[in-house]
């Protein structure tokens, strides 16, 4: 799963279709090829669901594991929903917990959003500028390939030219 930042609470649920027999393994880990760190992990996961909070900006990696030899014909529907941000929390609870008219909970849910589109805002803002930034750059470097390509160029046809030149000369026929 892409885009993962810092701070973002995720929460998620899951259903496995039943079979007695073979079992499926869940993991959820960090992606990052230096850390691989191990965020959740269940051996029979039929159904359930799962929270936690990245620490890190990057990318997460959901992986089912059906232990059914290959050609059993034991295949598996697996229905999963993951929740980034203000869509994990539940408002009509909040709003029961601290007794808050509907409209008041809904208010409550739209600043939350507007909150996390600021800041997916700024996110994309960072990550524009990082691209740039690095098409800058590459641009400088184009140039400087074309330029030297062209004078390349050009010294071969007159290294040519003159080879020709030569070639002709010494066979009289020019």
Known sequence: MDGAK?????????????NDRY????????????VN????????????????????????????????PAGS????????????????????DIATAQKLAPEEANVMRLSDMSQDLIKSFGWLIVKGDE????????????LYLGTFLSFLLVALTAGQLI????????????
């Open 6 to 18: 810092n701070d973002i609470p995720v929460k998620g649920e899951y259903y496995v279709s039943h």
């Open 23 to 34: 079992a499926v393994k869940l993991t959820i880990k960090d992606a990052r090829p230096d």
């Open 37 to 68: 760190d191990l965020l959740y992990n269940k051996d029979n996961a039929d159904k359930g669901k799962f929270a936690f909070t990245f620490d890190f900006d990057g990318v997460m990696e959901i992986c089912f594991e059906n232990k059914a």
């Open 73 to 92: 014909g034991a295949d598996r529907i697996v229905s999963l929903n993951v929740f980034l941000g203000f869509e994990t929390k539940d408002y009509k």
């Open 131 to 142: 691209r740039h930034i690095a098409n800058e750059s590459t641009s400088g470097h184009i």
């Open 163 to 174: 080879y020709l030149h030569r070639f002709f000369s010494s066979k009289k026929l020019i």
